[in-house]
Nanobody
Framework: QVRLVESGGGLVQAGGSLRLSCAASGRTISSNAMAWFRQAPGKEREFVGTISWIGDRTDYADSVKGRFTVSRDNAKNTMALQMNNLKPEDMALYYC?????????????????WGQGAQVTVSS
């Protein structure tokens, strides 16, 4: 059974940067697409970005395009989310997700494995 653990969340001022990491254990993830989602209080979980199994394809929500970058290191079984120019509306609990497919989409049901989340707080 795969386990996903997010780290790197915290408090940052608007305009600042944070880097989230997701470490997978229990199985290799080098054949699987991965993604980041986020959920703010009172809102539905929303797609942030996804990366294909080998990292050659990425896709981002319009709200973060140009500011956030998803990357992965299959040798280390990890994925990262670099977040720049953070805005108050980016404040949420950020989740790492793993798909059973090599390339996956923007829907939550494309991903069968989830981490517990990392809190990102952005002060204005």
């Amino acid at each position: 059974q795969v386990r996903l653990v997010e780290s790197g969340g915290g408090l940052v001022q608007a305009g600042g940067s944070l880097r989230l990491s997701c470490a997978a254990s229990g199985r290799t993830i080098s054949s699987n697409a991965m993604a980041w989602f986020r959920q703010a209080p009172g809102k539905e979980r929303e797609f942030v970005g996804t990366i294909s199994w080998i990292g050659d394809r990425t896709d981002y929500a319009d709200s973060v395009k140009g500011r956030f970058t998803v990357s992965r290191d299959n040798a280390k079984n990890t994925m990262a989310l670099q977040m720049n120019n953070l805005k108050p509306e980016d404040m949420a609990l950020y989740y790492c997700a793993l798909s059973d497919r090599a390339v996956a989409g923007r829907r939550t049901w494309d991903y069968g494995y989830w981490g517990q989340g990392a809190q990102v707080t952005v002060s204005s």
